[in-house]
């Protein structure tokens, strides 16, 4: 019976499946790890609780029941209404490209971002290296292809050329910028004491402090590469789409932004 019902599936209806399976793990991948995967869990249960007291008759318990999943899909927008608009951003970041004023769908307009320079890259690179010999708290934010003009309007516009001395000067303790997180765009430094969005994710470590949760929250809704030196212990650590990368030399920290710069 069942083979007999998969036979007379048609193209459409296996490209059907195939689209809502990908849609299923794009949003799984994204709450995984969150407090929305446990809720997720829970109202799958309470459904398969509502299907069972309906199909032994257990008339009030399913009715009672059935009135919470009336309403499901609008519960289901507040609860996890984070959640919908990072899976939302990451669909748009992932899938769009910009293309002069207009946005272009990279199905169609394959491009992959430019990189960064050598010169730009050396500079970021031995400043971070200097950084984590003063044990120099340092948050660098470097855009791909998502705009991050949300972000540098948070903190104080600069709009000067990459370079070890300024990247520093900026995060050097008694520096007034040098809380919060330094933009890099268009291989220029962007704006810095920029304001970041913190994850609220329950499993990150508890050694990591804020520059680290800071990072995870903008890699969590943006394309953004993120470089964070930590103060306590002058580690490297390259954060994207929501995972920590923890870096043992400079060679490890080149390659990570240039295979970063280039997805």
Avoid at 31 to 59: D, H
Avoid at 210 to 232: K, Y
Wanted: charged share 20%; net charge positive.
């Amino acid at each position: 019976m069942v083979t007999d019902y998969i036979s007379q599936l048609g193209v459409i209806n296996y490209i059907d499946i195939l689209l809502v399976g990908l849609l299923i793990f794009q949003a799984i991948k994204i709450i995984r790890g969150t407090a929305a995967m446990s809720i997720l869990i829970g109202i799958i249960v309470i459904y398969f609780i509502y299907l069972i007291t309906k199909e032994l008759q257990m008339n009030f318990l399913s009715a009672l029941l059935g009135s919470v999943m009336s309403v499901g899909v609008l519960a289901l927008f507040i609860v996890f209404q984070q959640e919908i608009r990072r899976f939302l951003l990451h669909l748009g970041s992932r899938y769009t490209i910009s293309f002069g004023k207009v946005r272009w769908l990279s199905i169609f307009f394959k491009r992959k971002s430019k990189g960064m320079s050598l010169q730009c890259l050396d500079e970021l690179i031995q400043a971070c290296r200097k950084m984590s010999e003063t044990k120099t708290g340092a948050l660098i934010l470097i855009a791909r292809r998502s705009s991050l003009e949300v972000v540098a309007e948070t903190g104080d516009l600069i709009d000067a050329v990459v370079s070890r001395r300024l990247i520093e000067n900026i995060f050097f303790k008694n520096a007034p910028l040098h809380d919060g997180a330094m933009l890099i765009a268009s291989e220029r430094v962007r704006a810095a004491r920029c304001t970041l969005p913190i994850s609220d994710n329950p499993n990150i470590p508890a050694h990591y402090g804020m520059r680290h949760r800071a990072a995870l929250g903008v890699s969590e809704q943006t394309d953004a590469l993120v470089v964070v030196v930590s103060e306590e212990t002058g580690n490297i650590s390259v954060v994207q789409g929501g995972n920590i990368q923890k870096i043992s030399s400079l060679t490890e920290l080149r390659l990570a932004i240039e295979s970063g710069m280039k997805w």
